[in-house]
Every structure is written in structure tokens, then in C-alpha cells.
């Protein structure tokens, strides 16, 4: 990954790109690559898991234009107002439960 004029070049040193890029235009269409799967949608938030963790897109009159889950390849229209990657828990440690929970599990 590099950074030249402002922008983050996501491909790796080989050259090819990352599996997973936003693409955003004037706020209204967005693509996303590197899509596992579509956990809730409707006309204000989508919730997609992706290679990078679950994200979160909030906006207003949001549509799914096209999803292909074998290319991973999502796209949506709408006023996109924010987005949002939720921190993912890994093992037999979860973020639920008291924090004595947590410690003596």
C-alpha cells in the first residue's frame, strides 16, 4: 500500500490489487469488492460482511443495484450519510457479558 497525491494505492507489493476496495462517487453510488455476504438491509442501513470486517452504510433511500457474492462485488445507490467497520472478536473471547464475565471466562 502506498500513498501518493492524496491517494491510497491498495495493491500490494506484487502489483495486484487488495480483495476488498470502496469505491464512492459525488455520495450517491457505491462499490464495494471483497463482499462475503449481506447480513440486513433496508432503505436507511445496509450491514455487509466483507474481507476486511463487518461494515455498516447509513444513508437515505438506499438500493442494492447489484450483488454478486462469487465476485464479491456489491453496489448500491442513495445518499450515502456514513459508514462505519465494527471491530470483529476472534476466539472464545466475545464483547458481550459483564467485564467479570470476560476476565474469568
Not at 35 to 56: K, N, P, S, W
Not at 77 to 92: E, K, P
Amino acid at each position: 500500500m502506498t500513498e501518493r497525491d492524496g491517494m491510497v494505492d491498495l495493491r500490494d507489493e506484487s502489483g495486484s490489487e487488495s480483495p476488498h476496495r470502496i469505491t464512492l462517487s459525488d455520495r450517491e453510488e457505491m462499490e464495494i469488492t471483497g463482499v462475503l455476504q449481506v447480513d440486513t438491509f433496508d432503505d436507511r442501513e445496509i450491514a455487509l460482511q466483507t474481507e476486511m470486517g463487518m461494515l455498516t452504510l447509513r444513508g437515505e433511500d438506499l438500493h442494492i443495484e447489484q450483488l454478486d457474492l462469487e465476485q464479491g462485488i456489491f453496489r448500491c445507490s442513495g445518499l450515502i450519510v456514513g459508514m462505519q467497520y465494527t471491530a470483529q472478536t476472534t476466539g472464545r473471547t466475545s464483547r458481550t457479558g459483564s467485564l467479570w464475565e470476560r476476565v474469568f471466562h
